[in-house]
Every structure is written in structure tokens, then in C-alpha cells.
């Protein structure tokens, strides 16, 4: 348990909660950003159960495509395909008595998940190629970085697995909900990477821990480490305090634009009215619609990309990906007015 560092509120709550369900053998499901730690409380769930003194078994199912994935949980019999000389034993196997590790579960394809499903309810698989059942007493634990929930909604992920495998759900906090243990997560990993320091003796500056504390760790965890390995390369703060600063700055520039935006939906009730219009006369042709249509749409978008930039046209393009001479056009072509600009005549 003393691998998961740090004794902030959400962190005390997921001690807790990983205490509560050790040896349940529930399936749970793991979730939560990029670098949060979810495999970190997969291997101290493993650590604290009774299957501990097992080797965890872990597979990746984004690492592999959909029909090696397959023969890599279940196995294969001599025969099954060209280039299967012999039978092999699959994850599956390899964890009975302990514990899978289902990495990266929003992967695997709609096919398999039938088959994963099979092994949750019954217990039982059958290895590529065989017909006979192979029990398994097995712990699966699965995590993933997706909204499961969003995906189950779009059809990408089997309804039955998800309330399967989602028995018990744990949610990693990202880091910027608990920067409270960046002092002591710095500690840790500044002693696991003393190596790197080359026997010199090193300090975190206190203007690197300040803005640390101000940084908001789009990496979570993993990238609080790698800065960390590089101030024990490096000896010093100063080039971490100047990068960190200029992300610091970079990301409260993208967040003037990721305000909500509330498009003004007119200009397509317009172009709908036009298509009626047109309906009556005989069938608009589809180009002339799209037209109608994109245009519509890009002219409320260049719109807005003006507001945000307060007219600036060069810096309105860049927003938008396009040329400043083909943003030129188009607010020509569609009449966009510029603030701070008298309308065009
Ligand atoms: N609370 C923690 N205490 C100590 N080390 C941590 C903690 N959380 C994460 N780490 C370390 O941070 C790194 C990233 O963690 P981990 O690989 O578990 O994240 P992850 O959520 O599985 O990431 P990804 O979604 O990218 O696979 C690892 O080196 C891990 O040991
Ligand atoms: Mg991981």
C-alpha cells in the first residue's frame, strides 16, 4: 500500500477504498487520465490479496490487433493456424489463481469483448482453435483512459461487459485535485532517482515547487516524475522554472478559448427557409445546399474567431488554420463584419 504516495483527501479515500475491496475477488474497473497511477493501484490491489505472492499477468489489449490479442488471452491449440506448431497457453492461463490486469480495455474490438464476456460470466474459455473448456479462477482487474459510459452510448463498447467488468469502480483523481501531495510525490521521486544525480547533492528550488503548485499537470503524475528525473540530470531548477513558466502561460492563453461559445443559429434557419423556398420552385440540387449550408457555418465560426482575437485578421487565421488571404476572401464572400470596423458598404 505504501506505493501509492501521498496522504491528500482523495488519495486517503483511495487507500481506503482499495483496502475495502482487496480479496472480493469483484471484477473492478479502473479509471481516470493519462499518468494518474491507475496501474500503480492495480499492482497494489494485487500486492494486498491473497493472490499477491502470484506474478500479476498484464495485457495490453491497445498493443495488439483484434486476432493476436485473442490468442494472446486465451491461447492456442497445435494447428489452429498456419504457424502454430504447438498449443500455448494464454494470459488467462498464465493468471489462474492470481490476478489480469486488462490494460487499455476501451480497445479491444466489439468481437473479443463477446468472448471476454463468456469468461466473466461462466469462468470458462475455450483456447484458438479448441473445443475443450478450460477453467480459470482468475482476478480481472481492467482500466482504461476512455468515458466507457460515452462509449457503451456510441456503440463502441458492449453494454453486458461494461456492467460486467464495472462491479466496483475505482476513479484515479488527476493530480491537479490533489497538489498537496506534490511536495512529498517530488521526495519520492527525487530519492527513486538519485542515480541520475550522479552522486551531486540536489535541491528543488522554491520557485520550481511554487509553480508547480500553479501548473495544472495535463500529464498527471507521470509527467510530475519526468521533471523530476530531468532536475536530477540537470542539478539545477532554473531551466525547469523557465519551461514550466512558459507552459504556465501557454495554457492560460488556451483557456481565453475554450470559453463556452454560443453560435447564433440564425444564419442556418436561413439558409433552411432558402431550402424551402427553393422546394417549391423544384428539388434544390445537394452542392447547392452544402454550399448554402458550409458557408453559413464558417461565416458564424470566422465571426467568433474575430471576437477572440478582437480583429485581428492575422491572428484570426492562425486560430482558424487558414491562410490570411483566404480569411480575407471569405469575409468578403460572406459579409462578416470585423469589431471595431464599419460595416462593408
Ligand atoms: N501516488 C503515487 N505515488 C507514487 N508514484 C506514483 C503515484 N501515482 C503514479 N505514480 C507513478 O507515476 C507513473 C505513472 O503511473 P501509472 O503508469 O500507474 O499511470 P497510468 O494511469 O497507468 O497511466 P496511463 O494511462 O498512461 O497508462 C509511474 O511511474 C507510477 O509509479
Ligand atoms: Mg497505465
Known sequence: MNLIIGNSEPVVR???????????????????????????????????????????????????PGELLESELFGYEKGAFTGATMQKKGKFELAQNSTIFLDEIGDMSFALQAKLLQVLQDSVFSRVGGVEDVEVDAWVIAATHHDLELDVQNGKFREDLYYRLNMIKIMVPPLRDRKEDIPLLCDHFMRIHKGLAKGREITLSRELMDLFQEYNWPGNIRELENFIKRLMVFGESAPLCKELTIKIKNSQNAKSFTEPWVPDKSALDTVMEECRADLKRGFPSLKEISKKATGAIEAMVIEEALKRTDGNRKQAADLLQISYKALL???????????GQLPPE
Open 329 to 339: 476572401y471569405k469575409i468578403k464572400d460572406y459579409g462578416v463584419m470585423i469589431p
Open 14 to 64: 483511495l487507500k481506503e477504498l482499495i483496502k475495502q475491496v482487496v480479496n472480493t475477488d469483484l471484477n473492478i474497473l479502473i479509471t481516470g487520465e493519462s499518468g494518474v497511477g491507475k496501474e500503480l493501484v492495480v499492482r497494489s490491489l494485487h500486492a494486498l490479496s491473497d493472490r499477491g505472492d502470484r506474478p500479476l499477468v498484464k495485457v495490453n489489449c491497445a498493443a495488439l
